[in-house]
């Protein structure tokens, strides 16, 4: 794990890459705003978690790191007691974390639930939604540090890595770390909240229908498998579905709980 300081104290805000270690966009915008080393108003703490994953573009060596918070300083596996270590170096720190994806290549937050922290961040970010993350993963960081994740776009397109370097900019004026140097957007920002998952049957092809984070209609149809129609049995927005990001699941439906 890579740590490093920019600004003078104890800082309370932190700057997160490579949880997964081949998701190499969050390296980039950290390295990036390190050679900028710009004048910031508090300090900040840039932390590049998963070092060996990154060294052998991996996602991770033993087990995924974000599912195994809080960690472990005994365990025989490298990830649990990473995120034993990297939890502590996050604690009271606000923080923000970035992906990338296979699903969609517009940038979207995710949160633990929509609280204070979600409200004053995420609106400032260029994302096209924040969705909150289900209890599916207890063990995902989100649910245990003060943490906005950001999916950045495409895994290893450059313009994942450039949108990254963005939402640390936006990112660090939110949190009134550095000025803004954007006019802020007239938007209504989608919240969802996730419900359940999309179950991909075996198949040859497969193909999507539907565009993640727009309403689709009950009965409308969400995707095919050789051909046979699989359609939605309640109106939901889709969210992270792709036709091959994952192997047993198209991806998420998701309610509309806000907007902001
Ligand atoms: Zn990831």
Redesign the pocket.
Known sequence: MRVEHIGEGEPELAILGA??GD?LCGVHAIEALLDEDPDVQKPVKCIIANEPAVEQHVRYIDTDL?RVFPGDPAAETYEPRLAYRLQAELEGCTTLSM?STQSDGRPFAIVDETGELAETICPQLSVAAVVEAADEFPHALVHHVDVVEVECGLQGTEQAADNAEQLVWEFLAATGALSDRSEPSERALPVLSLKRLIPKPDGGSYEVHVENFDRVEKGAVVATVDGEEITATESCYPVLVSEHGYDQRFGYTAELIDQW
Do not use: W
């Open positions: 949880v997964h998701e974000n992906h």
